[in-house]
């Protein structure tokens, strides 16, 4: 019986300090944990679902009807899933720097450099790249004019394009000059394309929900950030291989060289 004084024990690690070769009687491992047995049989099953849901080994073999052993293929699974994690949080740190990156080098390109990032950027959305012009130009800011493909070009659209310094913020103020731009060019709409970050006053006047006025879509840092990176631009990737022994392969070979029979050393019936 387990003292119930001292810290409990798990299930799967009282297998793992009793069960790694016989089999026992789940009632038997009942007692020993100071447990019903039908609690014990029901961690079972509990146990067996969830590693079938998490495609893994689950933390014990059932030998035949109601004895089980600890299963050793699941440390390997656990060392196994400790490894990818590794690597996807080693991967996500790398993306976040690679953004920095790209975010720093965004905020130092010249004018001219930033109006052909913004050419990329709307190649990669739904318009008519042909019907793209350039209309004014003042302040790090480019006036562009075009339509969506889907409209047949009967909606102009202003395109905003400003250029901002590194992590600044777009304030509704210019929320309400693109608005503001829109009959000059007999637009219906108008779309910000910038490196800068909108506040929540901005975001809010482009929306404007209360009232019937032309919407102003946002594509300010993260949206562009993830339009460059979804495309490849300004990016590279690296495919990385990494290798982890095959425990399966290894007990296969031990349990298949057991298993060859080996010669008499005192068989004197070989060549000689």
């Known amino acids: 019986m387990a003292d119930s004084r001292g810290p409990r024990i798990t299930l799967r690690e009282w297998l793992a300090e009793n069960a790694r070769g016989e089999p026992i009687h789940y009632k038997a491992i009942a007692e020993a944990l100071g447990r019903d047995p039908a609690s014990v049989s029901a961690s079972l099953s509990i146990e067996k679902a969830q590693a079938e849901r998490e495609v893994r080994p689950p933390y014990f073999v059932r030998v035949k009807a109601g004895l089980y052993r600890y299963n050793e293929l699941c440390e390997a699974a656990k060392d196994e899933q400790k490894i990818d994690k590794e690597i996807r949080d080693r991967v996500k740190e790398v993306n976040w720097w690679a953004r920095n990156e790209v975010n720093e080098a965004i905020a130092r390109l010249s004018m001219d450099g930033f109006a052909q990032l913004a050419s990329n950027v709307l190649a990669n959305i739904r318009i008519r790249v042909d019907d793209v012009k350039e209309r004014d130009r003042y302040n790090k800011t480019i006036i562009l004019t075009g339509s969506w493909l889907d409209d047949g070009g009967r909606a102009p659209v202003v395109f905003y394009v400003k250029k901002c310094g590194l ?4 304030t509704r103020e210019t929320i309400l000059e693109i608005r503001g731009l829109l009959p000059n060019y007999q637009a219906n709409q108008g779309v910000l394309i910038s490196n800068g970050i909108c506040t929540e006053d901005a975001r809010e ?4 929900r209360n009232y019937t006025v032309p919407p102003v879509h946002i594509m300010d840092n993260e949206i562009i950030l993830n339009i460059l990176f979804e495309s490849r631009t300004g990016v590279k990737s690296r495919k990385l291989e990494i290798f ?4 399966d392969f290894f007990e296969q070979l031990n349990s298949e060289g057991s298993s060859c029979p080996t010669s008499d050393p005192g068989d004197s019936s070989r060549a000689q």
């Open 167 to 170: 992590r600044e913020k777009i």
């Open 205 to 208: 006047a482009a929306v404007q």
């Open 244 to 247: 982890i022994k095959d425990d």
